[in-house]
């Protein structure tokens, strides 16, 4: 059974494969604490903004409820006609909850939502609360800027989850009249449309893994070929700004909004492993590359852009405006865990872990239900006449996209912890876990202990093995200079190489492997092609990224005025304030107007980034000058 | 006669006056080239594009013509109410060049327009095409984004403009008449509204100087007292969008919408010198000085956020995703220049020439006819998949506030050179001019010589005197460290200090004063706060800031590799190829991967930011890493 969100069928030519979610689970440490927050606190948080600002009685209505529509129109005209894919997210994330665990109440809550979108799905298999409610009813009249595919994407990934989780299908009925619904107007002999919004692409491609049914991988693959060809016209922000300006083929770099970008590029992967299509796989790796190398932030944060939410230009990353959706890092994890799954290269583990420990968690506050939308490296502490609370989180958003895409991302990232191939089992993220693999030589059970990521030794207790030999691959971070291992045996401590570990042999029950990932504080300089962080440092420790908040800093050295001291040397600290076992860093900066580090030897106080924001929102910065 | 725009009545509590225009002409040299320029290239130009675009067609529907409104909305449901004040901008430049010299041709073209305009009039005195045409025809529902008063405000300047020139009343009468319409609504005892967009302030202190009819100035400054207490609501970005989050006595510092705050402020300033309000005139210098001290680009750019084409934090002055609208460049000289007058302060001139000769003129090509909306400094030579020709100037914009806003500055631009008080006359820019002035004494002629902005000799020849003494006072720009002056009489060279100089004495007709401004290039360094620039340097000659474009740059080194080599001088040099008389800078670099300049000793070439993009664009900056 198939417990876990992208999960390639037996056909498709990826490299690894996913392990069946059940088999992996979060015991505890640094991220059982989040996946508890997040199934205890923020789900629940989510439903009640979901009630309040009526994404769910908008449904309602469309099932047939009396009462205003609340598409949140602004007084410029502007309504978010994509609602309903909030309520369809957060299902989604109840659903990979219930695979973890049995949860009562929350199965209840999800009966009744579920059971809303049930009956506001119209006789045809149409479903869209917004074109039922307030848009005319008649369906697919504005691809560009309607979201009807998206929304529907989004449906269906909750069947999916549902579906493969508790093998409840409810959802799955309404996901596939929907998607027949579609498919009737826009399948291989229809009308020619693509959503200007991508996303729906990986949602076809799981349903047809779920179903078998191949006319969705089908559809998902010529809306792929269709896009590029200037179907949705040019928009406010010209076609780049939903990848319709090249074919997707042929587009060289990532272009336009953030996270349309990279929704489509997933769906990419899925049709071209699903297809074996390596042309098209290629070209979602070229793009990923450049991505990586001349647009993505330290934190993994993607899209610097306000205005239209966009990649900028190469090396454009300015980190007092960078816009970074919390989404658009998401969906860089749900681009890189696909590329991984591909091509088994570790590097893009190495992103999924950036993005996770960094541009990911930022997103969402330490109390598990506030949250950003945008993610800058920089706050001044004396800003512009915003609105009040600007710079700090808030419980919702007009756009909601976000709370419910940290909810679901959250729900299933024990998936991102391992995976399996025909030759063994490779650990590509590091959290105490217990793990099971049927490969291809029998049935795997490893026990991970750790106190990662702030403690780089992880120790793998192999609980059960095949009497045969097999590999246990352990990834070493890209960030890390010294890596050593111990066992298993007497085997004694030794250099671990770049990239991973694989180790081949004949296990035993009981044996037991340690990687020492040596995380020493780090003072990274930045690219020298990125002009907005020039003559900056950061400070980084194992994945983690830190920042200093003015709360951290002298009251008579403002953050803007702070210098890095480079004659001494930054010391990581116990930061029990921020955290339980939480580690931050004692900057040496020189003081405010002093010339010599020598006569006030003044630290300032860095937290990991995604901790900020979590005091009083003053100043924040990433980068320090020099 | 008064002949100028922002003309103090007589009660007026202004430290300046301005010079009535026809007293005040540019007859050679850099600036006689760019009015010549505007008046025979872009103002025909400009009309032909609104003629094009509609707008002209717009006003005609209105007048009772059949077709369909042009309002350019696009898919995202955005529109452009407020095309009619294209129409008016470019009747105000025109007004302008008529009071400079008579032109058949286009004085038949604006008649044409203004009869159109004219009859486009509801009998009620209401004019606007876009709520007669498709808006409902019901006025003022909508305030915040419908831009009625700031349309209305854009047709009193140029019925302003036609009175003071040609005593042409037919755009007063119109412009009267919608202006009493508003009167009649938001009066004193009427209804309480402000609109989204200021501008119609300072338009309605012109009308009542016009025409002696003080309702006008009275509704001016009841506008500006409404605004600052929620009457606008938030819309998409917040009160502080349209300065309705503080009162504009109150607001400390400028916020939201750059173009929009700078033209309250114009407003206020006009308002508190008719009124001898020292409260509000303080509030505006307030706002203005933190202005130019922390928001201000080194090419007098202003507001550089494009989201909401705002001002950002302290300190936020990306070059690359500068915004800087041309417009808003424009409304600072605006705005520096009723603080001029207020005030006598020769810092407000300086202001107007680095926006000028910067900031402004960038938005206009080479040949008149081709625009920049916003007005970067750093254009990357490799950029994101941006619309074909993205970087590059355009003949027009769907919303098209620039290009007539620029013709209309341009027009009028003579009017700046110069003021007068009791004591004397007062020269704020240089140009090659005749300039007469009435003062207390008597009589003032004065011929003025120079090469500037090339050339910093400005050679005064006293044409025509009082028998009586007098004084002349002549700028000595900021920028200036070395300033000499000769004459008059057998006067020798002598140090000239800052701020301006002022010869009090009893001047001869024939007499020759003149001011030597040492213009060596200048290597400028950032205000280290300024984040986005740091370890950068910029060129600077005279009031002319430089870049350099890939074009001048050896093909083998990628402007974004270029370093500055700070061994080696800057050298002035002589730029054919741009222009006549054009002076350039020879950039000392050091090649890309080289740590020591003396192997090769590169050079690349800088031109005046205001002549960029005039040749292929590639890349462009201002700012050069060290």
């Given at each position: 059974m198939s417990t876990s969100t992208v999960w390639p069928s037996a056909?498709?030519?990826?490299r690894l494969r996913p392990l069946e979610?059940?088999?992996?689970?979060?015991?505890?440490?640094f991220w059982a604490d989040r996946l508890r927050l997040n199934r205890e606190r923020t789900i629940p948080h989510g439903l009640d903004q979901i009630r309040r600002r009526g994404a769910l009685d908008n449904l309602g209505l469309a099932a047939g409820a009396q009462g205003d529509y609340q598409a949140l129109a602004d007084s410029a005209g502007f309504t978010f006609p994509f609602l309903d894919s909030d309520v369809y997210k957060w299902l989604e994330a109840v659903g990979w909850e219930l695979g973890r665990a049995a949860d009562s109440p929350l199965a209840t809550a999800a009966d009744e939502v579920i059971a809303i979108v049930a009956a506001a799905q119209?006789?045809?298999?149409y479903l869209n609360s917004y074109v039922q409610v307030v848009?005319?009813?008649?369906?697919?009249?504005?691809l560009a800027w309607g979201h009807e595919f998206y929304c529907v994407g989004h449906l269906i990934q909750a069947a999916v989850a549902w579906h493969r989780t508790v093998g409840d299908d409810r959802l799955l009925a309404v996901a596939v009249r929907a998607a027949d619904r579609i498919d009737d107007e826009f399948?291989?002999?229809?009308r020619s449309g693509v959503d200007g919004?991508?996303?729906i692409e990986m949602a076809l491609v799981e349903l047809t893994r779920v179903t078998g049914d191949r006319r969705y991988l089908t559809l998902a693959a010529r809306m792929l070929e269709l896009?590029?060809?200037?179907?949705?016209?040019?928009?406010?922000?010209?076609?780049?700004?939903?990848?319709?300006?090249?074919?997707v083929r042929q587009a060289a770099t990532v272009a336009g909004h953030a996270v349309r970008q990279l929704y489509l590029d997933c769906g990419a992967v899925d049709v071209a492993v699903e297809l074996d299509d390596h042309d098209l796989l290629a070209a979602v790796q070229r793009r990923w590359h450049d991505l990586v190398r001349?647009?993505?932030?330290?934190?993994?944060?993607?899209?610097?852009?306000?205005?239209?939410?966009a990649f900028g230009d190469?090396?454009?990353?300015?980190p007092d405006r960078a816009y970074a959706e919390t989404c658009a890092a998401i969906a860089s994890v749900m681009l890189a865990w696909r590329l991984l799954l591909a091509t088994g290269d570790a590097g893009y583990a190495d992103a999924i872990e950036r993005a996770m420990y960094n541009g990911v968690l930022a997103g969402i506050s330490l109390t598990g239900a506030r949250f950003f939308y945008t993610n800058p490296l920089q706050l001044r502490t004396l800003r512009a006449?915003?609105?009040?609370?600007?710079?700090e989180r808030v419980p919702?958003?007009?756009?909601?996209?976000c709370p419910p895409n940290l909810m679901r991302l959250l729900s299933s990232?024990?998936?991102?912890?391992a995976t399996s191939d025909n030759a063994g089992v490779q650990m590509h993220q590091y959290a105490t876990a217990d793990i099971q693999a049927d490969i291809a030589a029998g049935a795997v059970r490893l026990s991970v202990r750790t106190d990662y990521p702030w403690n780089g030794r992880v120790t793998v207790h192999i609980v059960q093995t095949p009497d045969q030999p097999w590999t246990l691959s352990l990834r070493v971070p890209q960030w890390c200079r010294s890596a050593t291992l111990i066992g298993p045996g007497g085997a004694g401590p030794r250099a671990a190489g770049e990239g991973s570990v694989a180790l081949s042999r004949h296990w035993q029950p009981g044996e037991t492997v340690i990687l020492d990932l040596d995380l020493p504080v780090r003072v990274t300089e930045p690219d020298?092609?990125?002009?907005?962080?020039?003559?900056c440092v950061a400070i980084e420790r194992g994945p983690l990224v830190y920042c200093i908040e003015s709360?951290?800093?002298?009251?008579?050295?403002p953050l803007e005025e702070l210098r890095w001291d480079p004659e001494r040397q930054p010391v990581a600290v116990a930061r029990p304030d921020i955290g339980d076992a939480v580690v931050g860093v004692n900057v040496p900066v020189v003081p405010?107007?002093?010339?010599?580090?020598?006569p006030a030897a003044t630290v300032a106080g860095a937290i990991p980034y995604?901790?900020?924001?979590?005091?009083?929102?003053q100043g924040m910065r990433v980068w320090i000058p020099r």
């Open positions: 056909t498709a030519t990826s979610s059940p088999q992996l689970q979060i015991v505890d440490g119209r006789p045809d298999g848009g005319g009813g008649t369906p697919h009249r504005d399948g291989p002999t229809g919004h991508p996303g896009r590029g060809h200037g179907l949705l016209g040019h928009g406010r922000f010209g076609a780049q700004y939903w990848q319709d300006h090249q074919p001349t647009r993505t932030y330290l934190t993994g944060g993607m899209g610097s852009r306000h205005r239209d939410e190469p090396y454009e990353l300015p006449s915003d609105p009040p609370g600007h710079g919702w958003f007009p756009c909601a996209c990232w024990q998936q991102y912890l020298p092609r990125i002009d907005a962080v020039r003559g709360a951290d800093v002298a009251s008579d050295s405010p107007g002093s010339t010599d580090s020598s995604f901790a900020w924001a979590n005091r009083r929102v």
